[in-house]
């Protein structure tokens, strides 16, 4: 059964892109981006080990616009549209969350974050794990 909504959580990673490029081509359907902002105290973000600050703050805002914003454009190139939403949290928890709240039937993402360090490239990973471990819809992991 073909899905009717989509998730497509991205990081900015070039796998969560591809997992875009992905469901843009396979599923004509409702499609929302998420972009998931990791409080800057939390361990998932860089902030659980720099600083965390208002600077800190309104350039993970700033990098996450951008994100959803590059999500629009890359549809408009297979002329689609897609829903965009930027949220708060624990990566995992979020995704999941907003799946289960949104009457979301598929979600596709990246197997791991970009080559930004080690630290990020296990930490991302270890969402998807735990996307795929947890959520109650198919998950299309993109690697």
């Known amino acids: 059964m073909a899905p009717e909504h989509v998730l497509v959580p991205l990081d900015g990673s070039p796998l969560a892109d591809e997992a875009l490029v992905h469901a843009l081509e396979t599923f004509d359907c409702r499609l929302t981006v998420l972009n998931v902002v990791a409080p800057l105290d939390s361990a998932m973000s860089e902030g659980g080990i720099l600083e965390p600050g208002e ?3 309104e350039e993970a805002t700033a990098r996450a616009d951008r994100l959803v914003e590059q999500a ?3 549809a ?3 002329d689609r549209t897609v829903e965009t939403v930027v949220e708060t949290g624990d990566p995992a928890e979020t995704i999941l969350d907003y799946a289960a709240a949104n ?3 598929q ?3 990246g ?3 970009g080559d930004r360090n080690e630290l990020a490239r296990r930490l991302l990973g270890t969402v998807a794990t735990a996307v795929v471990g947890e959520a109650p819809v198919t998950v299309t992991v993109v690697r």
């Open 72 to 74: 629009e454009r890359r």
């Open 76 to 78: 408009a190139e297979f």
């Open 103 to 105: 009457d979301v039937d």
């Open 55 to 57: 600077e800190r703050r």
């Open 111 to 113: 197997g791991h974050g």
């Open 107 to 109: 979600i596709v993402m």
